[in-house]
C-alpha cells in the first residue's frame, strides 16, 4: 500500500478514505489480489459516498478529495508540524523526512478523478471535483476555518513539486499552527472513554465583541493591558472578575478570544469540579506555541468543598511553576472565592478549629493570588437607561426614547433591576414580540 511508506504522516493510513484511494490509485500494484468489477465500483462509490458525507458536515467547497486531505494534513500533529508551529522553520532531518512524505502524498493529491471513474466503471467521482455545497456552514467548524482548508487545499493543488508542497505546509503550521489548538478558538475538557483528561474543542463559538458591551470602560481597558502584554510575551496576571450578576464579566473574557485569536489566543473552559484536572491540562499545553486562558466561570465554593486546593496549588505554591503561555481568569460574584461565615471571624472557644484565624487566611488566600482583581458594579439608573438606549440604536429597535425608557423601567422592576444583562433581555423581549 502506498500509505505505508508514510514515516511523519503514518497516521494517515490508519485513515479509511485516504486508503482506499491510495488502493484505487494503486491499483495495478494489487493484481494478485481477487476483486470484481463490481467490488471495484463499489468501492469506488463508497469513497465518493464518504467524501460527500464529510464535505457537507464540513461545509467544504471545490474539490471534495482535496479537501479532505488537506484537513488530514492540517490536524495532523507529528514532529514536522509542531516543529513548524514552534519555530516557522525546520532543519536537520525533518525536511529530508519531510520530502520523503510528500512524495507519497502529493501522488494521492494528485489523483485524476476522471481516470478513477473510467478505471472504476463509475460515473461518481466527477461529482465531487467542484461540489457547490447546499450553504456555507457545516456541522463541524465554522466558516472562518472551513475557508481556511479550502484555500490551502486550493494552493497545495497548483504547487509544482514536493518542495513546494513542503513549504506551502510549514508556512500553513508557522502562521495559523497545527491540529485543534491551530483551527478551534475555545475548548472545554472532559474525560474519554478510559477517563483520561481530554480539551476538546467547541466548534461553535458565539461572536462576542468588547465593543458590545456597553459601559466598564476602564474595566475593560484594564483587561486588554494584561492580556496584550500576556499575548505578546510580557509579563502578566492571573486575572478575577468579580462584582454584581449580569454586568459582563463572563462576556468580557469571551470577547477577548475573538480579538486576539490570530495572536495566537485560545481559551479553555474548566469548571469548578474539574480543578483537580488542571494538572493534565496544564501537561498537554504547556509545550504549545499559543497563549491558552484557563476559563473559570461563576468561580466560589462552599466551606465543605475542598476543590478550591488544586487551583491554589496550580496558581501558585506548587513545586511545578505555571507555565508562562497560560493564565488564569475567573469570575465571581464574590470578591473572596471561598465562603466565609461571620462566626469565622469570632473568637470561638468552642470551636473544634484551634487555629481559626488560620483558617481564615487559607480562606482569603485564594482571591489573593489573582494578581489583578477587576471590580463590576451594578450600573444606576442614568447608567442603565444608556445602556437601554445604545442598545436599542444598536438592534434598530423603532421607539420613542420616552416609550423605551419607560418600558425600561417597568422591565428592570420585574427582572431583578438595573444590569447590562436586563437590558439585553429587554431589546430582545422588544424584538420578538412588539
Known amino acids: 500500500m502506498l500509505t505505508d511508506k508514510l514515516l511523519l504522516y503514518d497516521k494517515l493510513k490508519d485513515d479509511e478514505i485516504i486508503s482506499s484511494m491510495a488502493y484505487l490509485l494503486c491499483r495495478n500494484d494489487h493484481m494478485e489480489e481477487e476483486i470484481s468489477e463490481e467490488e471495484l465500483g463499489a468501492l469506488g462509490v463508497s469513497c465518493v459516498a464518504k467524501l460527500i458525507d464529510e464535505g457537507v458536515r464540513h461545509g467544504y467547497e471545490g474539490n471534495l478529495w482535496h479537501d479532505y486531505l488537506t484537513y488530514a494534513l492540517v490536524k495532523d500533529e507529528n514532529a514536522l ?161 468579580y462584582g454584581d450578576m449580569g454586568t459582563g464579566k463572563s462576556s468580557c473574557i469571551k470577547a477577548l478570544i475573538n480579538r486576539y485569536y490570530d495572536s495566537g489566543l485560545r481559551l479553555i473552559e474548566v469548571y469548578k469540579h474539574q480543578m483537580r484536572d488542571l494538572n493534565d491540562v496544564i501537561a498537554q499545553i504547556k509545550g ?19 476543590e478550591y486546593k488544586y487551583l491554589k496549588a496550580v496558581i501558585e505554591g506548587g513545586l511545578e511553576k505555571q507555565p508562562e503561555n497560560m493564565l488564569i481568569y475567573a469570575t465571581s460574584n464574590r470578591r473572596h472565592l471561598i465562603h466565609e461565615g461571620f462566626s469565622d471571624k469570632l473568637d470561638r472557644s468552642e470551636d473544634d478549629d484551634i487555629h481559626s484565624a488560620d483558617t481564615v487566611q487559607e480562606k482569603l488566600s485564594l482571591s489573593a493570588r489573582f494578581g489583578i482583581s477587576i471590580y463590576f458594579g451594578r450600573p444606576n439608573k442614568k447608567e442603565y437607561d444608556n445602556i437601554v438606549k445604545v442598545l436599542a440604536e444598536r438592534y434598530g429597535v423603532r421607539m420613542t426614547e420616552e416609550e423605551l425608557l419607560k418600558l425600561a423601567n417597568r422591565w428592570e422592576l420585574e427582572h431583578g433591576g438595573y444590569s447590562g444583562r436586563v437590558a439585553q433581555q429587554l431589546i430582545d423581549y422588544i424584538l420578538g414580540t412588539l
Open 81 to 241: 508540524s509542531l516543529s513548524s508551529e514552534r519555530k516557522g522553520s525546520v532543519e536537520g532531518s525533518l525536511p529530508t523526512l519531510a520530502i520523503h512524505d510528500f512524495e507519497v502524498i502529493k501522488q494521492l493529491f494528485d489523483i485524476d478523478l476522471a481516470g478513477l471513474d473510467k478505471y472504476c466503471r463509475t460515473d461518481c467521482f466527477a461529482l465531487i471535483k467542484n461540489f457547490v455545497p447546499d450553504n456555507t456552514s457545516g456541522k463541524i467548524f465554522n466558516e472562518r476555518i472551513r475557508d481556511r482548508i479550502c484555500t490551502l487545499a486550493g494552493t497545495l493543488s497548483r504547487a509544482k513539486d514536493n518542495f513546494e508542497f513542503l513549504n506551502i505546509m510549514t508556512d500553513f503550521y508557522r502562521d495559523y499552527g497545527v491540529g485543534k489548538y491551530g483551527l478551534h478558538k475555545a475548548f472545554r475538557v472532559k474525560h474519554d472513554k478510559a477517563d483520561e483528561v481530554v480539551i476538546e474543542p467547541i466548534k461553535k463559538v458565539k461572536h462576542i465583541y468588547l465593543e458590545d458591551l456597553v459601559g466598564y470602560e476602564a474595566q475593560k481597558q484594564k483587561l486588554i493591558d494584561n492580556t496584550e502584554a500576556f499575548v505578546n510575551g510580557r509579563r502578566a496576571n492571573n486575572c478575577l472578575l
Open 288 to 306: 504549545r506555541n499559543y497563549r491558552f486562558i484557563i476559563y473559570m466561570d461563576d468561580l466560589s465554593f462552599e466551606d465543605h468543598e475542598v
